[in-house]
């Protein structure tokens, strides 16, 4: 139990697009979904905390009109990288909580490269 | 804020050999969790912890939650060579901070055969 499904798994696109991420809790109902990302040999860093219905709550330093988050479900949220940038480029995971005490599930994450 | 310090930063060891890695924090965590994460794919949960002093059991993972709630052990034994990768922890805390997790820094295993 417990899968997080996110798509794409890989992105390549020009600088100025804008590339949309998926993330789906296929077997719960994610009452909180997170998004991070990661640079190569290092940690996750948290980007955006979003709640069902609600708008997302960003992270310090983090662009909330670079990084659109939407969560119009308890099964998906979404992430829309706008008019993206080389400096863009990385690995970007979501998970997902459902119930209070749930721990967080990952998917499997977006590896996305801007040319 | 609050930060967490994960040792050692890397292992290298003998399949068969016995894993043991820690985490430290500067402040009190309600939850502990301890995730894997293979190369280009998302952590996946180990063990998760939620009161001071348990200890819980994986097949050959073992973690617990210390007294003091401000760390957490992860020993691995008889390493295979699956056991390969970079191992997390995670804190979480309550309050304004409800459900969103600190990382560590993570310890990459390298388990020769």
Known sequence: ???VSQHPSWVICKSGTSVKIECRSLDFQATTMF???????QSLMLMATSNEGSKATYEQGVEKDKFLIN??????STLTVTSAHPEDSSFYICSASGYSNQPQHFGDGTRLSIL | GQQLNQSPQSMFIQEGEDVSMNCTSSSIFNTWLW??????????????LYKAGELTSNGRLTAQFGITRKDSFLNISASIP????IYFCAGQAGGTSYGKLTFGQGT???VHP
């Open chain 2, 35 to 48: 995730y894997k994460q293979d190369p280009g794919e998302g952590p996946v949960l180990l063990i998760a």
């Open chain 1, 1 to 3: 139990g417990a899968v």
């Open chain 2, 82 to 85: 699956s056991d390969v990768g």
């Open chain 1, 71 to 76: 969560h119009a479900s308890l099964t998906l």
């Open chain 1, 35 to 41: 998004w991070y990302r990661q640079f190569p040999k």
């Open chain 2, 108 to 110: 990459i295993l390298t």
